[in-house]
């Protein structure tokens, strides 16, 4: 594929990201007081599905759709690390969630809520895997 071929995928993809995440954030709750973050998004529901699980499940799926194009567009070998593991980007990015997980919910019991120590543990320990794993 051409250059400008993969700049319009880009911008098609980006553009159609950006008016879920604007449609995201058109759905929350206002009060007035303002906007209520926190609030189900949908009154009476069967799950909690407040802004921040929504915008959580928005940046996984906006990872998968990165890597996925990252996928076409660059293709790669596997790389051993220090796992001694054959791992591809998609495989790191696992990894990094997963391990993710379990550093939040490690946070969460011994030192509570909120999570910005774990945020910032998390983004060390997910350029960790990337380097060397």
Do not use: H, K, N, Q
Not at 30 to 59: H, K, Q, S
């Amino acid at each position: 594929m051409t250059a400008s071929r993969w700049t319009t995928i880009y911008l098609v993809t980006g553009g159609i990201l950006a008016a879920i995440l604007a449609a995201l954030i058109a759905s929350v709750p206002r009060t007035e007081d303002g906007i209520d973050w926190f609030a189900p998004l949908i009154p009476g529901g069967w799950m909690a599905w407040t802004f921040p699980v929504a915008l959580f499940f928005f940046v996984i799926a906006c990872l998968l759709i990165l890597f996925t194009l990252l996928a076409i567009r660059f293709p790669e070998t596997p790389r051993r690390g220090v796992l001694r593991i054959e791992t591809t980007r998609g495989d790191r990015l696992f990894i990094s969630l997963l391990g993710s997980a379990f550093l939040c919910v490690g946070w969460l019991f011994f030192f509570g809520a909120p999570l910005w120590g774990a945020l910032i543990g998390c983004l060390i320990y997910a350029a960790a895997v990337f380097r060397w794993v």
